[in-house]
């Protein structure tokens, strides 16, 4: 079946930029997840999303970071006037309820210039 | 501050031979962890999972170990094929469900 799907699967930018990245999970699974994953590092949680209930965002490193999530289908992040340390892998899991088992997107690449 | 620890970024080994791959942690409210396996331009996937309550869990030629008092646990490969060469992510989580924490990553690399 489908897995988890991400466009555009690279994306370079100018510093001071807007930037969308899109997701789409896997159908049924009710648990959205964004991290992101700078160059020599481990995944960084960014947000959750799960069901109708509000979305965790304590990992969102700062106010430029924003997500939305359409009820249990497609989930946009949004990184408004992009910096240079917004550089990195940005990777949308999604799985059942909350079970730890992610199934991870391909991820978007991003390179702010 | 990184409580999901891999300290070694690389490791190298023949094929057919065991491939030990380690990671540690800092937060003993972790009760469960997970390794993921990445290969380059996708995302990780799922690899094997072993709840606190329990020190060891098998699937195939993957077996994890962990030792709760050390703070402990490796992903042991045997026999090590080349397609197994990735990178190993080992991840925890508290309980929540989500938020899992991840180590950086070990290269693993395994020669013909």
């Known amino acids: 079946g489908a897995g988890v799907s991400q466009s555009p699967s690279n994306k370079v930018t100018e510093k001071g930029k807007d930037v969308e990245l899109r997701c789409d999970p896997i159908?049924?699974?009710?648990?959205l997840y964004w991290y992101r994953q700078r160059l020599g590092q481990g995944l960084e949680f960014l947000i959750y999303f799960q069901g109708n209930s509000a979305p965790d965002k304590s990992g969102l490193p700062s106010d430029r970071f924003s997500a939305e999530r359409t009820g249990e289908s497609v989930s946009t992040l949004t990184i408004q006037r992009t910096q240079q340390e917004d550089s990195a892998v940005y990777l949308c899991?999604?799985?059942?309820?909350?079970?730890?088992?992610?199934?991870f997107g391909p991820g978007t690449r991003l390179t702010v210039t | 501050d990184q409580q999901v620890k891999q300290n070694s970024p690389s490791l190298s080994v023949q094929e057919g031979r065991i491939s030990i791959l380690n990671c540690d942690y800092t937060n003993s409210m972790f009760d469960y962890f997970l390794w993921y396996k990445k290969y380059p331009a996708e995302g990780p996937t799922f690899l094997i999972s072993?709840?606190?309550?329990?020190d060891k869990n098998e699937d195939g030629r993957f077996t994890v170990f962990l030792n709760k008092s050390a703070k402990h646990l490796s992903l042991h490969i045997v026999p090590s094929q080349p397609g197994d060469s990735a990178v190993y992510f080992c991840?925890?989580?508290?309980?929540?469900?989500?938020?899992?924490?991840f180590g950086k990553g070990t290269s693993l690399l395994v020669t013909p």
């Open positions: 159908s049924g699974h009710t648990a």
């Open positions: 899991a999604s799985s059942l309820l909350k079970r730890y088992e992610q199934y």
């Open positions: 991840a925890a989580s508290d309980g929540s469900g989500y938020a899992l924490n």
């Open positions: 072993i709840s606190s309550i329990k």
